[in-house]
Every structure is written in structure tokens, then in C-alpha cells.
């Protein structure tokens, strides 16, 4: 069956959804490589992860990975695979480390998103409290804000990874730690990710959902997963916030 609506008005209910998600915001929990800023761009993760591999094969540890952990691009799943199979140990807390200081020397060369900066003034400056929930290191959010001269807009609400690598998202621990330290309601909150494991995190915390997607593949990946919003720039988020939600 066919929708009776037209393109026209399919862009005003979305834009009328993204108004009232952005305006009943009173804390706002933003995901870091994303909405914050591209922090592989000139540092590729894809070349992070192969660093760890190595780093796991002359330890004699590659039996651990799979082809596909092993193949993945992804420093986190690399990562992730080791904690699976030796949760706590010394091993996978080195690698941890070396991850981190990946991280570290990342943000150096990371690409602020488009527009975030102003938005995160902005909405600070409008009465919203801000957090960061990240599977990052808290380590380089605070590195990488205080180089853009942000960090004050978040405080003491920088929620990030811990050793304990179970509670990574999807798990929500981290919206949740985020939450406390705001003495935030989840309802009256808003959750800004970029990838699946995001917008499940925040489903598990009772937190609405906004999705930012730079590119048609991103989008899709959050639409199929279940996302109801999404935008390809923070930009009509800053009007909103700067017009206090008026259309």
C-alpha cells in the first residue's frame, strides 16, 4: 500500500518531528566520532585497527581474532574481540591503552562537524546542560574539546570508556552514568548518535533519539536499525535552538 502523502508534506512532519525533539530538550547526551567531530580523518581507523592486530601477533595472540574481527577496519571490534575471550586481563588491558593513545594522537587531525561547534554554544548558552556518552576514551573527548576551546560547555559529564568493556554500547551504561550526573530524566533528554549501537543504547535508556548520518549509507544504516529522525547536518538543529524552537 502506498502513502497518500505527498514529498512535500512528508518534509514538513519530519521537520515538525525534529522541532519537538529539539525543543523539549532540557539535557542533551552527544556520541563523540560523529556528532562531535570525524576523529579518524586523517588518523584511519582502518589503520589503527591493523596496528592492534599486529601488536596482538607478535604476542603470539592472532589465534584470538577471527577473519572477520581480524579484517574489520575496526579498532574497537578488534578490541572488543580480545575482551570476549580474556574480560579483565592484562592483555586487554594494554591493548586498551594502546588504543587510547591511537585515539590520542587521532584528535590532532580530527574534522570538527560541520556547525557543531556553534550548536554546542548555543544550546549551552539556552539553558540545556550537555553531556558526551562515548565509546571513546574520556581521555581524548576531553583532549580533543579543550583544543576547541570547549570544554567547559561540558564539565564533569564526559562519559566514555571504562575497563570494563562489556558496558561499551549498545549497552546503555554509559547514557546512564551520563544521565545521573546531569540528574537528568531520560524523557526531557535527547540522545545525538550517529550509528546503530547509539540509537539501541538510548532505546535501553528511555532517551529520544536523533541520528546525524553524513552520507546516504550512514542514514540508511540508522533508518533500517529503527531511527525516526535523522539529519545529514547539525544545522537545522542550531536554527531551531537559536529561534528557542519556533517555526
Avoid at 570508556?161 to 544521565?179: G, I, W
Amino acid at each position: 500500500m502506498t502513502s497518500d502523502t505527498t514529498p512535500t508534506e512528508q518534509a514538513a512532519s519530519s521537520a515538525e518531528k525534529l522541532r519537538t525533539l529539539v525543543s523539549r530538550a532540557e539535557h542533551v547526551l552527544f556520541d563523540f566520532d560523529g556528532p562531535i567531530c570525524r576523529l579518524f580523518a586523517g588518523h584511519l581507523a582502518d589503520e589503527v585497527a591493523d596496528r592492534l592486530v599486529a601488536w596482538l601477533e607478535k604476542r603470539g595472540q592472532h589465534v584470538l581474532l577471527t577473519d572477520e574481527d581480524r579484517l574489520s577496519g575496526d579498532p574497537h571490534a578488534v578490541l572488543l574481540a580480545v575482551d570476549r575471550l580474556h574480560p579483565g586481563s592484562d592483555l586487554v588491558e594494554a591493548l586498551e591503552e594502546l588504543l587510547t593513545g591511537e585515539e590520542l594522537q587521532a584528535t590532532d587531525t580530527a574534522w570538527p562537524t560541520p556547525h557543531v561547534d556553534p550548536l554546542i554554544r548555543t544550546w549551552l548558552a539556552t539553558g540545556a546542560r550537555l553531556a558526551i556518552a562515548t565509546n571513546n576514551s574520556p581521555r581524548v573527548v576531553e583532549r580533543y574539546l579543550t583544543g576547541r576551546g570547549l570544554r567547559e560547555c561540558f564539565g564533569t559529564h564526559i562519559h566514555g570508556r571504562s575497563t570494563q568493556l562489556h558496558l561499551l554500547k549498545p549497552d546503555p551504561d554509559c547514557l546512564n552514568r551520563a544521565l545521573e550526573s546531569l540528574r537528568a530524566h531520560p524523557a526531557t533528554s535527547l540522545m545525538i548518535g550517529d550509528t546503530p549501537s547509539d540509537l539501541q543504547a538510548a532505546q535501553q535508556a528511555g532517551v529520544p533519539f536523533l541520528g546525524y548520518a553524513r552520507d546516504d549509507e550512514r542514514a540508511k544504516r540508522l533508518y533500517d536499525a529503527g531511527a525516526e529522525s535523522v539529519v545529514d547536518s547539525l544545522q537545522p538543529i542550531l536554527d531551531i535552538v537559536r529561534t528557542g524552537g519556533r517555526a
